[in-house]
């Protein structure tokens, strides 16, 4: 019986699968009908979408090949900002080593006025004593300037060698009070101060760099840096010195300020005296006639005695004369000499007839031989091209006498011969070997009194006694020490040698230009820049 409900309305006809009760045969083929004539939005999806799509599963590649692609671009950027940094670094680091040890940097200046002598180094090593060197300009001043920077760079490379070695650097103008210190030493700005506690010693523009005329007309600057630093801390670290006094009352025909400038580089102090007064000062070892016009007196000759006998003195000393052919005759003087066994024949010059044992162009400018028994310095086994232009010759007159030895120390060759200014002497020369020094010992107490005669005094020259070229300067500087009592092996023997400065060019073979240019800069350099760039490049390519 069909009821209806309460508003009506006729229910929907519950249908058996509603129902869940069984379904007929025809039911369910009816109902299979329905859905393939109106399929549901859950059939038409599964049949649109096939379940095992293979592009479906391979879109999520693509985003990690670019995170792949911007991972090595971070990597790479960062390999670049840290090889830049490391660049900057190893400058910096690299500055601050060359600044710390100046050995470091190379020098390639033309005569190597950048690097340190053998000498030099061996003084800066020997140094026990605190020793300061005080450049007298600011730092920044002084390494920029064309001749001064080389005194710094010197300074640095000794202070380097030896940490009892201070640089320093002071401005005069900033600083009126400290040259007040030092009134009688004329410090200027671009002086060089050396001190330690024993005593000081102020370089000045001239004993550091020397200017000379060519005939041209044209200025070079030579350096005397090297062995004025060098001198200068060897005698301000000296216990003692020994005092060279140069006599200045007979008219010395010669100056030897060059000869005094090399002595006081080599520790010893030097002043001037006059013979003629009778007073030799107590301390002094040295005494030297630099070629005297006028002849000693009885008075002066006996104070001469008195010098070289005194047992009181307590050191070695010598008296050091030097002779010209030209000189006029001075018998008291010769007279004295010929008691030492010392004859020097003036108005007679010793010729070199030999072309290859004399300087080009003058047969008077002689090549001489040094004495064999007499060891002036044991580290020196022979000195090079010593040279005595316008000798006088030097008779010995004996071996022995009365205590007093003979001894030559440097003679011509055998082809040499006497000129006397005739024509005989020259027509009929004399051929031989003669003695152009010569020095005669006598032992007083414990010590040693010697007599030096020189008969070249131009042996002593500038153009001579400076220039590496000679062996003038290490035999000068030997003989002084060795009639003083100061041995070589003792303390370093220094030449007052010196350097052209501001050369345009280095000192580099052809050999390593074209290594540094061809090879580094032009092949090697570039080279490692492109396969540098290839391998980068073929990286990139390959994400």
Not at 10 to 17: G, N, V, W
Request: net charge negative.
């Amino acid at each position: 019986m069909d009821h209806e409900n309460k508003n009506g309305v006729q229910p929907e006809e519950e249908t058996p699968a509603a129902t869940g009760g069984p379904v007929t045969e025809n039911e369910a083929a009816d109902s299979a009908q329905e859905q393939q004539e109106n399929p549901t939005e859950e059939t038409a999806a599964e049949e649109q979408v096939p379940p095992a799509e293979p592009a479906i599963e391979e879109k999520p590649k693509k985003p990690k090949k670019d995170s792949r692609r911007g991972k090595f671009r971070g990597i790479s950027f960062a390999f670049t900002a840290g090889l830049i940094a490391l660049i900057v670094l190893l400058n910096v680091v690299v500055s601050i080593l060359g600044d710390r040890y100046p050995s470091m940097n190379l020098d390639l200046t033309t005569g190597r006025v950048n690097t340190l002598s053998e000498s030099a180094a061996q003084v800066a090593d020997n140094v026990q004593t605190p020793t300061t060197i005080t450049i007298m300009a600011g730092e920044d001043v002084a390494r920029s300037d064309t001749n001064y920077q080389q005194v710094s760079i010197l300074a640095d490379k000794m202070a380097e060698r030896n940490s009892n070695i201070t640089v320093a650097y002071l401005e005069l103008d900033k600083n009126p009070a400290f040259a007040a210190q030092y009134q009688d030493e004329n410090i200027t700005t671009g002086s060089v101060l050396v001190e330690t506690e024993k005593r000081h010693r102020v370089l000045n523009y001239g004993d550091l760099f020397s200017t000379q005329y060519s005939m041209d007309g044209s200025m070079a600057t030579y350096s005397k840096v090297d062995n004025a630093l060098a001198s200068a801390v060897s005698s301000v670290n000296a216990d003692t010195l020994p005092l060279a006094v140069f006599d200045s009352s007979h008219s010395e025909a010669v100056d030897l300020s060059v000869y005094r400038t090399l002595l006081e580089g080599n520790n010893f102090e030097t002043q001037d005296f006059q013979l003629l007064t009778g007073e030799i000062p107590e301390n002094a070892q040295l005494l030297v006639l630099g070629t005297p016009t006028t002849d000693c007196t009885p008075d002066e000759i006996e104070t001469l005695e008195s010098f070289l006998n005194d047992e009181n003195r307590g050191s070695d000393r010598a008296l050091l004369v030097t002779f010209h052919p030209n000189q006029a005759a001075l018998p008291n003087l010769t007279a004295f000499l010929k008691e030492w066994g010392l004859d020097v024949q003036q108005a007679t010059e010793v010729v070199e007839s030999d072309a290859n044992r004399y300087i080009p162009a003058d047969p008077g400018n002689i090549l001489v031989n040094i004495g064999s028994d007499v060891t002036l310095n044991s580290n020196t086994q022979n000195y090079n091209l010593v040279v005595m232009p316008q000798s006088s010759p030097i008779h010995l007159l004996f071996d022995e006498r009365n205590g007093i030895t003979t001894h030559s120390l440097a003679a011509s060759n055998s082809t040499s011969y006497l000129f006397d200014g005739t024509q005989e002497s020259f027509d009929n020369p004399q051929m031989g070997s003669y003695n152009v020094a010569a020095m005669a010992q006598k032992q007083v107490g414990q010590n040693t009194a010697n007599v030096v005669a020189v008969g070249s005094t131009f042996m002593f020259d500038d153009g001579i006694l400076n220039v590496n070229t000679y062996g003038n300067g290490s035999f000068v500087t030997d003989l002084s020490r060795y009639v003083t009592g100061v041995t070589g092996s003792e303390t370093v023997s220094m030449e007052n040698a010196q350097v052209r400065t501001a050369e345009l060019d280095i000192s580099m073979s052809l050999f390593n230009v074209t290594l540094l240019g061809l090879g580094v800069f032009t092949i090697l350099l570039p080279l490692c820049v492109a396969v540098i760039g290839l391998v980068i490049y073929i990286r990139r390519r390959r994400l």
